[in-house]
């Protein structure tokens, strides 16, 4: 057998804290062996297109080999009926040929017969196995016919043609999605964005801010203010309730200096300090869901301590780049910042090996080290270990820790034909609990995005990309391809009940109707996402020398991730500076 390799430290998982540790590691001079059992970096931040993201949530066999993919449950995918109206037109997989015109100069798509219609669809899932796969599961065809002779045998205005050739047309831009299993957003001034900045790992990224925050309120979507202009502009708050809004904020920015305000209320729940400010429930409702960010059922648990803490996170950042306090990363913010760091590991010498499954973790506990070998027979030692929570099945089961509690997220993505909002289409809404015509028990966070951070097509598409498309389902409208994300996740331990309810309340899922003002659901999938929670703490370790991460969490920001990176760091490293700023980058975000 070959003698092992030999690493200071050995990484596994991408997760974005592990990411930022082994970048630090290898710039302070350590030898860095970064795995991962999953072909592609961001574990539960990952971006997939459409495609591979359809695939991977229907093809469900995957989940019984991998402990990453077995975290994910009760996976429903759906498809909008295409409108039985529509001209069609078959789509293609090759360029258009000298003696085709663009469609641009054709006018309107000449109509097709309804058997042509069939024929055209088959033709296309005949030379696209995993579109045929896809159509196949969202379907939910179960029969011993062939799928393809099955839809021959269907008409035109049968549901599943239909929802094949809806499907079909998304699938023809799904290289122009960028989808997030878990998305995030980052605080202006928060830890992560000042540990960007002052490492030079920014560089490697692009961002635009958030453009609007909102509340769901008694039936209907209250704008957050991102500044005192937008207080005292807005018409539905009345100027004596404007003035205590803002004198609170006021204080809520430098609550640490008069904690005689709070003192008395330190620990009761930040409700009941509200309510001695003289707000009103709409703004005490304003304050603690969207400012302080507690969107959870155990809202009116949270101290007032905690809760002028979370205020004052969200003020701090108000501003910097933007009316609201959040960034949002181009192609999708947790996989970017990890290949970010992972691209600095690799700068200053890191391995990386992907796709590589493990077979178990030995443990020397005589000489404190830790031997990973991995399927393939190959071995690497390291005195250091960090690992996500999946990898401790791994560990002999002396070392394996039990969580405290299994965390149940529930998420939905939906594609849907135009913007939530007439003012913007890049923002966040929330839900609160028990809200009113929703019911939901659980909050639930709502973050909306479109082309201009890149994770769906953007307009002006080229004719390849709109052949197939037509102007009746609103993908294709005046030569633009339109299509927004809407990602939803409850902001606790949630059910399918509060994000079924949630989205049906924000979007039409199952109906078409024009006279309705909301956005129409073209694909939507809902799935739950199982977080074991080890700890209270972000790291848990164990023999000492093991760090586990936290996993992804359901919270709207990354929280603690640079904070937990540093703390790993400094035990591992304690006389190297963590990620110190780098002479040849200049400050490009000021």
Known sequence: MENPLEFDVVVLGTGLT??????ALARAGKKVLHLDSNDFYGEHHAVFDLRTLL???TQRSQAESSTFWSSYSNIEVHVAEDDANA????????PLENDETNISNQGTVAPTNSSTVVANIIAYLQENDIACDICKEVCAYSGDQDFCDYLSSCSAESADVRRCIRLSKLLRAARQFNLELSPKLLFSRGPLVELLVSSGVGSYLEFKALEETYLYHQGSYDRVPGSKEDVFMNDTVSLIDKRRLMKFFSFAAEYDTHPDVYEAYREQPYRDFLQTQKLNPRLIAFILHTIALVASDEASSVSTLTGLQLTQKHLQSLGRWGKTAFLVALYGAGSELIQAFCRLCAVYGGTYILAHPLRAIAIDTENSRYQVIAD???????????ASPHYLRYLPSAQQPRPKRIMAVWRAIVVTNKSLHDTSTLNVTV?????DEIGNK?????????WDVSSCPKENCTCDTLIFLDCHNCLLMSGHLLAVVLYFWTAGDGTKADIESACAR???LETSNPEDPRPKALLWTIYKEQVPILSDEPNTWIEDHIAVCASSSAALDFENSATAAEEIFRKIAPEAEFLPPRPDVEDTFE
Do not use: M, N
């Open 18 to 23: 592990q990411s930022i540790v082994a970048g």
């Open 55 to 57: 695939q991977k949530f």
């Open 87 to 94: 001209d069609h037109q078959e789509p293609r997989e090759r």
């Open 376 to 386: 393939d027979g190959s071995q690497f030692t390291a005195s250091w270990l960090i």
């Open 431 to 435: 839900v609160p609990p028990d809200s």
């Open 442 to 450: 659980q909050g639930v966070y709502l973050c909306q995005q479109s």
């Open 506 to 508: 924000v979007v039409q």
